[in-house]
């Protein structure tokens, strides 16, 4: 079982959505949409399901161009972030609602229902109605329903977004766990960068419109392609510095330099991008070959355990994820401390031509 997009694009009153495609997903596989707001996710799941028609190429399902098939002829169920339940019918009708549609027998639906309905945990409330639920309770039952038409193609669209944090974390464990004996394709989309992590398989990173690299879920995190694949899996986006290697030494800002190992060594001499994901930096020296930045403290942000610091370097905007709580002055030099094996080193054009030393190593 597998789903093939071929070339595929989506174009709206001229304005292009999704620039041509290809992607292959195979059968019991996670598969994650990253990306931030308006980046394409959604107008990408759509022309899956066959709710939009493709501008241009062909949507190939298990060898066959579905392309122009109505989404009601395809083995297709899709989970919105909002809770779309049916108020007026129990839960029990709910779940069993796409069964009655496929014409199934009485008995395979109450079989199929209950199965579901306590994989869900979801069998003391089948009585009940959406709105007698909690709202993880209610998304769900929401899950239950496509889960419950055995579809070979599950779509998810920010099914946790609306969610509190706890019931976030509890469900992003178990949706996994939940589809994985399925074997289905399941299609997740998220803008967040932790999320993708915790689902694991295998992520698309996307930019206004365009797959930037698909793989792994590890691999993507740990080797992006380029500084926007970096960008997009990172959160806060990774932050980047203009450096320059001469000889066996790489010069970055404020006249720090380091050696050249690994990968880096093998570069020509010139100008490259560095990259750097906000965890990395610190306050303190905590690594012997540690480089220090001199920076001017602009906002902080505490998360309880962690602090967000953002920063300004000669005019580039720099944000630091420090752990602990700091007694910081707004508007202060700051200085930050970073790691020459956390850094990533990118072409004028934007490729990675040499990966963290730490992501190698991993």
């Known amino acids: ?131 007698e639920l909690s709202g993880g309770q209610q998304q769900r039952c929401a899950l239950a329903r496509a889960l419950v038409k055995n579809a070979g193609l599950v779509l998810l669209d920010e099914p946790l977004a609306n969610l509190d944090y706890k019931l976030r974390e509890e469900l992003r464990v178990e949706i996994p766990k939940i589809f994985e004996a399925s074997g289905s394709i399941f299609v997740y989309a998220t803008t967040e960068p932790e999320e993708a992590l915790l689902l694991g398989g295998n992520v698309a990173t996307l930019w206004e419109g365009r797959i930037t690299q698909f793989g792994p879920t590890p691999e993507v995190y740990r080797q992006p392609v380029d500084a926007t694949t970096a960008r997009v899996f990172s959160d806060p986006p990774m932050n980047f510095l203009q450096i320059s290697k001469t000889g066996d030494r790489i010069m970055f800002g404020d006249g720090q330099s380091a050696q050249a190992t690994g990968k880096i060594a093998e570069l020509g001499d010139g100008r490259y991008t560095a990259g750097f994901r906000p965890n990395h930096l610190e306050i303190g020296k905590h690594a012997t070959d540690a480089m220090e930045f001199k920076t001017r403290l602009n906002v902080t942000e505490l998360t309880g355990s962690e602090t967000f610091v953002h920063l300004d370097h000669h005019g580039e905007r720099w944000v630091g994820l420090i752990h602990g709580v700091h007694d910081l002055t707004l508007g202060d030099e700051l200085s930050v401390w970073l790691d020459p094996r956390h850094v990533y080193i990118f072409g004028e054009d934007g490729q990675l031509v040499a990966p963290a030393a730490y992501a190698l190593a991993a």
């Open 1 to 131: 079982m597998t789903l093939e997009l071929k070339g595929v694009s989506k174009t709206v009153d001229g304005q292009v959505h999704i620039h041509p495609t290809d992607l292959t997903l195979e059968k019991g596989t996670m598969n994650v949409l990253l990306g931030p707001t308006l980046s394409g996710k959604t107008s990408l799941m759509r022309l899956m399901a066959g709710l939009d028609v493709p501008a241009t190429g062909q949507v190939v399902w298990n060898g066959e161009d579905v392309t122009g098939q109505r989404v009601q002829d395809r083995k297709v169920a899709m989970v919105y972030q909002q809770f779309i339940n049916y108020p007026s019918m129990s839960v029990y009708d709910n779940i069993a609602s796409p069964m009655k549609l496929m014409g199934a027998d009485r008995a395979e639906i109450d079989r199929r229902v209950r199965e579901t309905a306590d994989l869900m945990k979801l069998t003391p409330m089948l009585d009940r109605k959406p709105l």
